[in-house]
């Protein structure tokens, strides 16, 4: 069983998808617990933009999105950026590809504001 890796209060790197990118913070380890599958599960508190200004935001991230550098978790975003891609070429190869973009319909209906609104 994985055990606690990172302790309260220790600063961190961390990364999170964020759409289609993978988005790295520093931050602070703010609250530990394991899950019910055995995963060691963190909460890690770090600054983010807000319509108000800078606030405190949060990332739950798992032992393989934590780092205790940012040469480090570059390093895990790599490595998960290419397990993704792997992932995708897999999928279509044993169930195919989908029949358009993903964001065709929220591109499309996007256009159509814009061309209504004269922008």
């Not at 990332?59 to 999105?65: F, K, R």
């Not at 998960?80 to 044993?94: D, V």
Request: with cysteine; proline share 1%.
């Amino acid at each position: 069983m994985m055990k606690q890796k990172f302790e309260l209060g220790q600063e961190v790197w961390a990364f999170k998808q964020q759409g289609k990118d993978l988005v790295k913070s520093c931050g602070i380890v703010q609250t530990a617990e394991l899950d019910a599958s055995g995963f060691v599960f963190y909460k890690i508190a770090i600054l983010t933009n807000t319509k108000e200004g800078i606030g405190v935001g949060s990332i739950m991230a798992n032992h393989a999105s934590i780092a205790t550098t940012e040469a480090e978790i570059d390093e895990k975003i790599a490595v998960y950026h290419e397990f993704q891609e792997q992932q995708k070429k897999l999928f279509a190869e044993r169930i195919g590809v989908a029949e358009f973009e993903p964001d065709y319909i929220n591109e499309t209906l996007m256009a159509r504001i814009q061309q209504t609104q004269g922008v």
